[in-house]
């Protein structure tokens, strides 16, 4: 942690201000710096900053990213195998944007899983930019959900939209979305965190890499033991600028080591740049890609411009 002074502090003052940041900061140890206090910390310290900013003499106060989230930056929750394998390779997650019906749902699965998939987007809650927008099928679709499950043998990727839906989805889901409007809802990340299952977190629109991970720290903080993260852009659709952070999302995986995809569908609006972005996604050091594809893009009653067909999916999976 950097604090920065303000000018000309005395002497006098600058000694009840190191008093008072051993008492917020308990086994710190503080250096004089040229412009301020370096304080090297025991102990997890970003609650206090509000405290220390208020303190006299204080100008700022600066924490790193391990200082802010230090479970997600601990390394310790990096790679997994199991329900997805994080060790072979890109993972594929793929599926329709959203469940309609059981018959063109699990066409879809048996084909994606031949295509390549190595789980199903399973989405039957949809948060819409629109709340007058379709928002799935509901807790109709967990029956046809499971029935995929059951005949691909693939883990389940669903995105839960509201703390009551956690418990009957992880009883069958294998993986809990956490979708850019809700990376801040604090009350479903703890409901997540504590379901005992895989949790995918998207980034949130516009949202910084420091704002991303402190909701990834928050999950774990709650017991997440399986998390990742997934990058989806920051638009929904920004005319001629569809783009992914790929700087952004390396920065998480360097920092945190955590399994890193990307969403390549939801900032495309089209399959066609959903398919570019996918490949620079991949080279750009993507650990995978959670991605809209279908056998009937053409008729989907949601972001259907943007789903890929099977055949493209294939083409990216190389399968
Ligand atoms: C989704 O993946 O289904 C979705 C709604 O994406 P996002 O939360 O990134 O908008
Ligand atoms: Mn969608």
């Given at each position: 942690m950097i604090i920065s002074l303000q000018k000309n502090l005395s002497a006098g003052n600058r000694r009840d201000l190191e008093a008072a940041l051993s008492r917020l900061l308990p086994g710190c140890v503080l250096r004089r710096k040229a412009a301020g206090l370096a304080a090297v910390l025991a102990e997890p310290a970003a609650d206090a900053v509000p405290l220390i900013e208020n303190?006299?003499?204080?100008a700022g106060v600066f924490l790193t990213e391990a200082e802010h989230c230090p479970l997600a930056c601990s390394g310790k929750h990096a790679s997994f195998s199991?329900?997805?394998?994080?060790?072979?390779g890109p993972v594929f997650i793929a599926g329709p944007c959203a469940v309609e019906d059981e018959g063109s749902y699990l066409a879809a699965a048996a084909a994606l899983k031949a295509a390549g998939?190595?789980?199903?987007?399973?989405?039957?809650f949809k948060p819409r930019s629109?709340?007058?927008a379709f928002q799935g099928i509901?807790?109709?679709g967990l029956k046809i959900i499971a029935k995929a499950k059951k005949s691909t043998g693939l883990p389940l990727v669903t995105e839960a939209?509201?703390?009551?839906?956690v418990e009957r989805l992880s009883s069958v889901c294998d993986v809990l979305q956490i979708g850019a409007r809700n990376m801040r809802n604090y009350e479903l990340l703890k409901e997540a965190g504590r379901s005992g299952r895989a949790v995918l977190l998207k980034r949130a629109m516009r949202a910084t890499l420091r704002e991303w991970l402190l909701s990834a720290e928050y999950l774990l903080r709650h017991g997440a033991k399986k998390l990742i993260l997934c990058e989806r852009g920051d638009s929904v659709f920004s005319p001629g600028c569809p783009a992914l952070d790929f700087k952004l999302m390396r920065e998480a995986k360097k920092l945190t080591r955590l399994p890193v995809l990307a969403d390549p569908s939801h900032a495309s609006r089209d399959r066609e740049v959903a398919k570019a972005l996918a490949l620079r996604a991949l080279r750009s050091g993507a650990d995978g890609l959670l991605v809209e594809a279908s056998l009937s893009p053409e008729t989907a009653l949601v972001d259907g411009r943007q789903t890929m067909t099977v055949d493209s999916f294939r083409a990216l999976t190389g399968k």
């Open positions: 303190l006299p003499g204080v199991a329900p997805l394998n994080f060790g072979r998939a190595h789980a199903l987007r399973a989405a039957i629109s709340p007058y509901g807790w109709a939209t509201d703390t009551r839906q």
